[in-house]
Each structure stands twice: as structure tokens, then as C-alpha cells.
């Protein structure tokens, strides 16, 4: 059982190139999730997904764009690199429902634009 | 902005209970307190989560005081592969579709 897998792991972009970051989970869950780190601060949250087909803003969704392809696939977008957007990218997915609502995080793709 | 209000760093000794307190005292009444952690900066790991009642699994125990504003984490027994950077968090929003908010955390370190 994978669990959540991110694909890729680093990304070196220059400033202006466009990529899209890969996620897919393989535990029917509903919800996923894309979140962004910064060096010594906690999760922050950019874009998420309540069920497929569905898709909504964070805290920080500026400069990014996402892309529920299907249950198991959540995209994330850069359309034009910023230095700014150096960061760590968690991918992260979940069950609806009272009893189960714990997040299940990918291991990060660790983006740096130069 | 952030919930949760944790210390940077704490240091506990390994076999002994590691207790990590955080302050969360703008809280509301439906908003649930989680706890996450992160080692060597892999993917967040679940540890508990809890709204109103004491909670306890196989990681860990989360204590919530009767007013919310305040909750702390216990480890009963530390190793050292609890070392790890420890988020207190605040759900925002429904079953089917919330939020967590998150702060900065604490480092915990677990010395032999």
C-alpha cells in the first residue's frame, strides 16, 4: 500500500518556467489536499479538493493552480515560476466522516526557482 | 493565521513522558485540536486528535482542558525516534470539508 505518492521529489526552475507538480493516492479517499513549507514554519495550506471535481482556495493560493483529474490524482500548477515559490510541497489526502479524518501527507517535492 | 501557540523547543529525557503543551485560547466550540509531527522534514505523520474529551491510542494521550483554551500532548515512554518537530493544530470547518491550521511547532528532542 503506497499510500501518497509525490512525484517529483526536487525541481531546480528558473524564474518564469512553468511545471506541474504530481500527486496520486491509492486509498479511495475523498478529499486531497496541496500545502506548501517554508524553512522553520509550519504547513500552509494552498489549494484543496473535497471530493472530485471539486476544488477550492487556502491560505496562499496566488500563483498556483490545481487539477482534481480524478479520484486518486490531485495536479498542482506553477504557470510561471517565482522565487518566491521556493519551498517544500506536501501533498495530502483524507476520508470524510467523523471517525476517520486524520490527513495521510506524501513525503514533499522540495522546489527551488532560481 | 495560526491557532495555536506552542514553545520552540523542549528537551526530554529517553523512557521518561514527554509533555507538550499548547495554547489555544481563541478556539471555537466546533473546532477540533490536532496533533501532528514531522521528522527529519518527511511528510507530516497523525499522531490524535481530540474535541472536547481526554484521548488516548497507541502513539500518545491528548489532554484538553475544560475550558478548550489549552491542551498538552503526552508520549507515556520517549525513544529517540521521537525526536521530532511537533504541530498542535486547529480544524476548521466540517466533516467533509476542512482546514488545518497550522503553526509553528515544537521541537522536541529526546536525549539518551
Known amino acids: 500500500n503506497a499510500g501518497v505518492t509525490q512525484t517529483p521529489k526536487f525541481q531546480v526552475l528558473k524564474t518564469g518556467q512553468s511545471m506541474t507538480l504530481q500527486c496520486a493516492q491509492d486509498?479511495?479517499?475523498?478529499?486531497m489536499y496541496w500545502y506548501r513549507q517554508d524553512p522553520g514554519m509550519g504547513l500552509r495550506l494552498i489549494y484543496y479538493?473535497?471530493?472530485?471535481?471539486?476544488?477550492d482556495k487556502g491560505e496562499v493560493p496566488n500563483g498556483y493552480n490545481v487539477s482534481r483529474l480524478n479520484k486518486r490524482e490531485f495536479s498542482l500548477r506553477l504557470e510561471s515560476a517565482a522565487p518566491s515559490q521556493t519551498s517544500v510541497y506536501f501533498c495530502?489526502?483524507?476520508?470524510?466522516?467523523?471517525?476517520?479524518?486524520?490527513?495521510?501527507f506524501g513525503q514533499g517535492t522540495r522546489l527551488t526557482v532560481v | 493565521d495560526a491557532k495555536t501557540t506552542q514553545p520552540t523547543s523542549m528537551d526530554c529525557a529517553e523512557g521518561r513522558a514527554a509533555n507538550l503543551p499548547c495554547n489555544h485560547s481563541?478556539?471555537?466550540?466546533?473546532?477540533?485540536v490536532y496533533w501532528y509531527r514531522q521528522i527529519h522534514s518527511q511528510g507530516p505523520q497523525y499522531i490524535i486528535h481530540?474535541?472536547?474529551?481526554?484521548e488516548t491510542n497507541e502513539m500518545a494521550s491528548l489532554i484538553i482542558t475544560e475550558d478548550r483554551k489549552s491542551s498538552t500532548l503526552i508520549l507515556p515512554h520517549a525513544t529517540l525516534r521521537d525526536t521530532a518537530v511537533y504541530y498542535c493544530i486547529v480544524r476548521v470547518g466540517g466533516d467533509s470539508n476542512y482546514q488545518l491550521i497550522w503553526g509553528a511547532g515544537t521541537k522536541l528532542i529526546i536525549k539518551p
Open positions: 481530540g474535541l472536547k474529551n481526554n
Open positions: 481563541t478556539i471555537s466550540g466546533n473546532e477540533y
Open positions: 495530502a489526502s483524507s476520508t470524510k466522516g467523523r471517525r476517520n479524518t486524520e490527513a495521510f
Open positions: 479538493s473535497a471530493s472530485e471535481g471539486t476544488t
Open positions: 486509498m479511495n479517499h475523498n478529499s
